[in-house]
């Protein structure tokens, strides 16, 4: 697992973050975690939002973003379209893995999610112009957010399939911040059309927030049959390293409950240790 495993996935966070469709999570600088974004996959698009979440009420809608991200000048290494930093001494910050006894009330052990380095013989390289302006986290716990059970298989362009009982299909990230110290907040900085934006997302007692990181299809389709595209086939796009023949593809062989937008799960993976 690329990052450090942590036994507990505490309840009560004061943000989740949640990856749905075409994101690759990676180890980023300064223990931190990097989303490459998926840019170049046309039926995929890009959305980001921020939810204060209110017991008993609707949820309150902080800030939406539609698009590709463009690059903030809040990274000086100009490679981050949103950074998602927790204000907390530099000394503490680092984001970790859940891999604790499952089910927890939270989510499942993030070694349950897809890693393309269990399937590769090498590890593939992003091509960054096809997935930067990116994504950074600085803080949290990571984890399997979701999963579907289905009839499946792994198939290689040369060789044997592999059989699947589940595909994960979301990672989640739980940012804690400590009530003892109400100056705590985690921050988002982004560029929106053309200025820098800075969201405080202030703790409370009486709300949290969910931040969702969306790369899929626009709506939900309906149609009968088989997905109309493959996932890793756009994956492997935006990837190089991979020796011929190494590429591979998820066929469903049953149909997907609670399929989301698409017929085929926009699963979120990891690029691996």
């Known amino acids: 697992?690329?990052?450090?495993?942590?036994?507990?996935?505490?309840?009560?966070?004061?943000?989740?973050?949640?990856?749905?469709?075409l994101n690759i999570l990676a180890e980023g600088p300064d223990n931190g975690c990097q989303t490459f974004v998926d840019h170049i996959s046309k039926p995929h698009k890009l959305s980001i939002e921020v939810r204060r979440k209110r017991h008993g009420k609707p949820d309150q809608l902080m800030m939406r973003h539609l698009g590709p991200l463009v690059f903030t000048?809040?990274?000086?290494?100009?490679?981050?379209?949103?950074?998602?930093?927790?204000?907390?001494?530099?000394?503490?910050?680092?984001v970790t893995a859940y891999d604790g006894t499952e089910p927890s009330d939270q989510g499942f052990r993030l070694s349950d999610t897809f890693k393309l380095t269990d399937h590769l013989s090498t590890k593939p390289k992003v091509i960054e112009a096809s997935a930067l302006p990116g994504i950074l986290v600085d803080n949290g716990v990571l984890y399997t957010a979701d999963k579907v059970t289905v009839k499946a298989q792994l198939k290689p362009t040369s060789g044997t399939p592999t059989d699947l009982t589940e595909v994960s299909t979301i990672i989640g990230c739980n940012i804690y911040l400590d009530p003892a110290v109400p100056g705590q907040m985690v921050s988002l900085f982004w560029k929106q059309e053309g200025k820098e934006v800075h969201l405080p997302l202030k703790q409370s007692p009486n709300f949290s927030y969910e931040i969702y990181i969306i790369n899929e299809p626009l709506f939900e389709e309906n149609s009968p049959g088989p997905p109309t595209h493959g996932e890793f086939t756009e994956y492997f796009k935006i990837l190089s390293n991979v020796k011929p023949g190494e590429e591979f593809e998820i066929e469903f062989l049953e149909d997907i409950p609670d399929k989301g937008s698409t017929r085929t799960p926009c699963l979120s993976i990891l690029l691996g240790p």
């Open 1 to 21: 697992m690329p990052f450090t495993p942590q036994p507990t996935l505490p309840p009560d966070p004061s943000v989740r973050i949640f990856w749905i469709g």
């Open 73 to 94: 000048g809040a990274d000086p290494d100009h490679k981050q379209g949103l950074i998602i930093q927790t204000d907390i001494p530099a000394n503490q910050k680092r």
